[in-house]
């Protein structure tokens, strides 16, 4: 059987038993990798509607950053950007990026919280003012960034016929980049 804590309320912890509980979490967070690999995995069955799967547009995005000699930030950030579409699909991007905020740059957390923003201005049948809810965000430093994410590595992701890289390519850079010490500002 597994060693437990004694306490029912944090408060009655002892040194001992939070610093077992510590030595728990580290163990667990190195896992941290596996399951994101695995949450992205589990896209391929995802809802659609598009011609190819969430999980292939995932690896197309990364495909696209990478070739286009994006930094391993915003490789992951390609990479990663839609996992949240089943468990928070109207906040997917502020999940995602709240996941990757300790690990990524601040400019490509902030492009995958705001992703779904700017890219409702390719969605023609779209509202002009919900065309433009971008311009919201036109004072951030990361605003053209942004523009430039959604352009060439997300709204062209949806090609049957685009020959992307296997998730095993990526691997390598998932566990380096969510194995960093995380930073918290």
Known sequence: MQKIVDFTRMEDGTKEEF?????????????LPDRLLKTLDGLKDSFSGYRISRYEHC??????????????????AA???DIGDELAPYTHG???????????????AWI?????VFQQHYMAHMSEEEKNARD???????Y???INFCKNYDQNCFDPNYVHYPVEFFEPMVRRVFTRTPEFA
């Open 59 to 76: 690896l197309q995005s990364a495909t696209r950053a990478y070739e286009n000699n994006e930094d391993e930030d915003m490789v992951m």
């Open 79 to 81: 990479l990663f950007h």
């Open 112 to 116: 995958v919280k705001h992703h779904g």
């Open 94 to 108: 502020e999940m995602v990026a709240a996941i990757l905020k300790p690990f990524v740059s601040e400019k490509a």
């Open 136 to 142: 919201y965000f036109k004072d951030s430093p990361y």
């Open 144 to 146: 053209e960034e942004c």
């Open 19 to 31: 610093e077992f509980l510590d030595e728990l979490e580290d163990g667990f967070n190195l896992g």
